[in-house]
């Protein structure tokens, strides 16, 4: 990333109301008055806010006659925050396997359960995490997975991102019958 994208992204992410249309973005696709109207700004001042995120690679819009949905570049917000991520080099002998090599790195916790091991934390930040060697995830547990050659392993946590909302209402069955609020009807089947 040049220094000329480094600006243009910073200065996209350096206003309050650009990240708030990130965040909704980050739910789903607006169209750009609904956008305005969640965050109570007029259309034209959203639009100008817009033209900046799309510069810096932030958002893109398709077009739909002469209404344009606005979509979340999520590749490129993950990759600028990619960019803050500790790197380290670490030798190692042949066939090494991944979770012996994390032990190695300050800051990664492991913990034991039962007879797996799992990253529980980096630099005391607790989550789920994943791992990754030369950009895919092996289907292998971290302890398992053996180093050949060189390569680089990247350390990812599983943020969590709202993709879905669901509601769930439990109702009790009393012999065939939902009673729902107080009130019986008939159960379908």
Do not use: C, Q, W
Request: no cysteine; charged share 35%.
């Amino acid at each position: 990333m040049s220094r000329m994208d480094n600006a243009e992204l910073f200065r996209a992410i350096g206003s309050k109301t650009r990240v708030k249309m990130l965040k909704l973005l980050l739910r789903k696709n607006y169209h750009i008055t609904g956008l305005a109207r969640e965050i109570g700004i007029s259309v034209p001042v959203a639009a100008k806010h817009v033209r900046i995120l799309e510069d810096a690679g932030l958002v893109s819009a398709e077009e739909y006659g002469n209404t344009k949905v606005l979509r979340l570049n999520r590749e490129r917000l993950y990759g600028v925050l990619d960019a803050f991520s500790e790197e380290y080099d670490v030798s190692i002998p042949k066939g090494t396997n991944i979770l012996d090599i994390l032990k190695r790195v300050s800051g990664v916790g492991i913990k034991k359960i039962g007879e797996k091991e799992f990253i529980v934390s980096i630099n005391g930040e607790e989550g789920f995490y994943i791992y990754e060697v030369d950009g895919s995830a092996p289907n292998k547990p971290v302890n398992e997975f053996k180093m050949e050659k060189d390569g680089e392993v990247a350390i990812k946590r599983l943020v969590p991102v709202l993709k879905k909302r669901v509601r769930v209402h439990v109702k009790e069955v009393e012999s065939g019958e939902v009673v729902e609020k107080g009130k019986k009807k008939a159960e379908n089947a």
